[in-house]
């Protein structure tokens, strides 16, 4: 008989303990407005590991060519630019994830700082930064004068990219698609894609003036910072 009430206990306690825990669930589903849905799913999930907090890998934003939030369409450059900041901070020119100038690469300047590339191929041609200040404009002539129908132009400015700027140099910039050079000035912080042969203005310009009132440094404006995409040309026709 003692056997039998113990094989009738067991059965009846497990039974007490899963009205007790049912129970205790609805009582706080009353308490609390949850779902039982929700209950479930969440119970589920944390003993599976499913709401575990994501890794700082996944949460980290995708990343692209020269740091653009969005990738760029077939047949097109990814590029990004950086003027200076004040004299301190040299400029940077990143073109399809490739830095083509910059403070690391020891290949800037005081002035203008410019990358020229093939707008057919994509390939870089030169590198060069001319001092605005205490250089001589005569070798920023000789270097874009002979630009070649389609060659991308790329400037990015550091300290003072105007005061050296004579009529010629800005009638070349303004014939590269530039519609702010014409009033570029001492200490303006400049950003600029152009193209040889434009047929309109370029869309790739910024520029920040120099203001008492209004500069972000003692003397100097705010760095600017642009990026974009551009589209590759056809192959000239020869």
């Given amino acids: 008989m003692r056997d039998r009430i113990m094989r009738f206990t067991g059965p009846m306690r497990a039974v007490a303990v899963l009205l ?7 009582l706080a589903n009353t308490l609390f407005g949850g779902g039982s849905g929700s209950f479930v ?21 995708r990343r692209y060519k020269c740091g653009l939030s969005a990738p760029c369409p077939t047949k ?3 590029f990004r630019l950086v003027s200076g900041a004040a004299n301190v901070i040299g400029p ?17 300047g005081r002035g203008l700082n410019i990358a020229l590339v093939n707008g057919v191929t994509g390939e870089l041609l030169d590198t060069k930064s001319f001092d605005m200040w ?6 920023l002539l000789k270097f874009l004068r002979p630009l070649h129908e389609g060659t991308l132009v ?7 990219p105007a005061s050296k700027l004579n009529d010629e140099s800005r009638r070349l910039f303004e014939e590269l698609g530039s519609t702010v050079v014409k009033e570029l000035a001492f200490r303006d912080s400049w950003v600029f894609v152009g193209a040889k042969g434009i047929e309109n203005k370029s869309p790739f ?17 705010e760095s600017l910072e642009m990026d974009g995409c551009i589209p590759l040309r056809p192959p000239l026709e020869s």
């Fill in 20 to 26: 007790l825990v049912g129970l205790t669930w609805l």
């Fill in 41 to 61: 799913h969440h119970f589920f999930n944390s003993v599976s590991g499913e709401s575990r907090e994501p890794t700082p890998a996944e949460v980290r934003p």
């Fill in 76 to 78: 097109h450059l990814a």
């Fill in 92 to 108: 940077k020119i990143c073109l399809e994830d490739k830095m083509l100038l910059s403070s690391v690469k020891n290949n800037i």
């Fill in 134 to 139: 205490a250089g001589d404009v005569s070798d």
């Fill in 154 to 160: 790329f400037v990015a400015s550091f300290d003072d």
């Fill in 205 to 221: 310009e910024q520029r920040m003036k120099n203001s008492k009132i209004g500069n972000k440094y003692e003397g100097w404006p």
